[in-house]
């Protein structure tokens, strides 16, 4: 039977290009809040604020009732806010926290019912979970907080089969949101394949991980930085 995979943020970016991946084989939903999808196909789009207590459990529900099964859940919906040190905003340490952290719990806590041998769980992490982002340190912290989380929910359900990874991405390229030229040109001169990754490259890893080619991986967070800062 064809797997269902739920991709969380996934109008744009990095997450149009897992959807756009896993459809060729997968059944796929996913989820998105201001950005209008643009794409085609006969998958579940939910239109959601995933921060809002009730709605990771409402999502896995139109999930089951739309699919009748969850295989592979996707956490790649995130917040980057800037955090300096000399202006403490708790509104914007909070919304990077729910959605980076909290909401991967929520939508685990809320599936798990509905999860058998086999799962995945795949989560897109970032490099600067061990390398702080200047003014973004909320972001960073949040990060490394979801790479503990992944090898801790690993540990837990390695016993019922299920599997849980991340993706750490380096500079990736947005084609909805690129970078300033110099910014870019910055970012390739510390990566030692010297050029920037696409949404592409994600995917690939996404699909990986959540593929039974890596029944025996479980825990990891597979760098994605084209060797950002070797």
Do not use: C
């Not at 996934?10 to 796929?28: C, F, N, S, T």
């Not at 459990?57 to 917040?79: P, S, Y």
């Not at 490259?201 to 597979?222: M, P, Q």
């Amino acid at each position: 039977m064809t797997k269902v995979a739920l991709v969380t943020g996934g109008a744009r970016g990095i997450g149009r290009a897992i959807v756009e991946d896993l459809k060729q084989d997968h059944r796929i939903a996913y989820t998105w809040h201001s950005t209008e999808p643009q794409m085609d196909g006969d998958g579940l789009s939910v239109r959601t604020d995933l921060t809002e207590p009730d709605q990771p459990k409402a999502v896995v529900e139109q999930v089951m009732e739309h699919f009748g099964r969850l295989d592979v859940i996707v956490n790649n919906a995130g917040l980057v806010k800037p955090t300096p040190k000399d202006k403490f905003q708790r509104d914007d340490h909070r919304a990077v926290l729910d959605l980076n952290l909290l909401v991967p719990a929520a939508l685990l806590a809320a599936a798990l019912p509905h999860l058998d041998r086999g799962a995945a769980i795949v989560s897109i992490s970032s490099v600067n979970a061990v390398l702080p982002p200047r003014d973004a340190v909320t972001y960073g912290a949040s990060k490394a907080a979801l790479n503990l989380w992944t090898r801790a929910m690993a540990k837990e359900l390695g016993p019922d089969g299920i599997r849980v990874n991340a993706v750490a991405p380096g500079a990736i390229n947005i084609p909805e949101a690129p970078r300033p030229e110099e910014l870019t040109k910055l970012f390739v001169r510390e990566t030692a394949l010297d050029r920037a990754g696409t949404p592409e490259d994600i995917a690939g890893a996404v699909r990986f991980l959540s593929s039974d080619a890596a029944s025996f991986i479980t825990g990891e967070v597979l760098t994605v930085s084209g060797g950002y800062r070797l």
